[in-house]
């Protein structure tokens, strides 16, 4: 029993910002891996939260979703949200979720988000000592963004299992980052009008080799 709780996962999901899709990677990988969920810190959107989206898109009776460490009322940086809360946030505070399972772990915005006067979700990273899964989107500015967060994963030594891109495919970025970086690119998640179970179901079949 032990050897296999050895095996099981623990990702967490970062951005190369805000609004890359973080959520909907969440959903597709802990419905490939049928992963226990974790959001260790929301900031706002309580009544419907990065937690119910993912939880609404599974489709398996595997997967668990352990409550949040932090649920801050205002849809700002933690660190602000916390502040007019009249609260902060500790690190040592943020425990991992006692399972047997594999573990997927979202963030909140990029990596130097501040949670409080002096730790990142970076910070919040190194402390969990979990692989990293990175979320990239193709914009103007979005190789910088992808490339800067992949060096400073390197620098703190955090192993980062690849990229997992979410959109309309671009070679050039793509081929690029790939090249500069060494990253290994997990796959692509399609630019989608409409997202349900069947979807995620259908993008997770085709990540979950990749996962594991």
Known sequence: MHRKVNHMKRYFITGIGTEVGKTIASAVITQALKADYWKPIQAGELECSDQMKVKALIDNDTSVFHPESYRLNQPMSPHAAAERDGIEVNLSSVKIPVTKNHLVIEGAGGLLVPLNNKDTILDLIEALDVEVILISRHYLGSINHTLMSIEILKQ???????VLFNGNENKDTESIITEMSGIEVLGRIDELDKLDKSHILS?????KNSLI
Do not use: F, H
């Open 156 to 162: 703190r030594n955090i192993s980062v299992k690849g």
């Open 203 to 207: 993008m997770a079949e085709k990540l």
